[in-house]
């Protein structure tokens, strides 16, 4: 059974900072892309970045500079440093993992900007 288990996330002020995390179980996690999406309300789902396994990363311009996504292959788990915070990034956050047709996501998990 593949699950994509997520944590971090939560309430933080204007140019705060989260962590989340997402640990995977029943995948060959390092031969997979890993990747974190969000949806704001009323907004379609969008891609935060990605990180290939061969280490390539893609970031949008929206979080570039701001968000790092790095993965720890020991331990299955994928993680989203969020720095300098903004209230446009309030969304649900989810992690996915994709390999060739096969794709899995978390379960999502609120972040929200505000003061």
């Known amino acids: 059974q593949v699950q994509l288990v997520q944590s971090g996330g939560g309430r933080v002020v204007p140019g705060g900072s989260l962590t989340l995390s997402c640990v995977t179980s029943?995948?060959?996690?390092?031969?997979?892309?890993v990747g974190w999406y969000r949806q704001a309300p009323g907004k379609e789902r969008e891609l935060v970045c990605l990180l290939t396994d061969n280490g390539i990363f893609n970031y949008p311009d929206s979080v570039k500079g701001r968000f790092t996504i790095s993965r720890d292959n020991n331990k299955n788990t994928v993680y989203l440093q969020m720095n300098r915070l903004k209230p446009e990034d309030t969304a649900v956050y989810y992690c996915d993992a994709v390999r060739g047709s096969r794709v899995y996501w978390g379960q999502g998990t609120q972040v929200a900007v505000s003061s």
């Open positions: 029943g995948i060959e996690f390092s031969q997979y892309t």
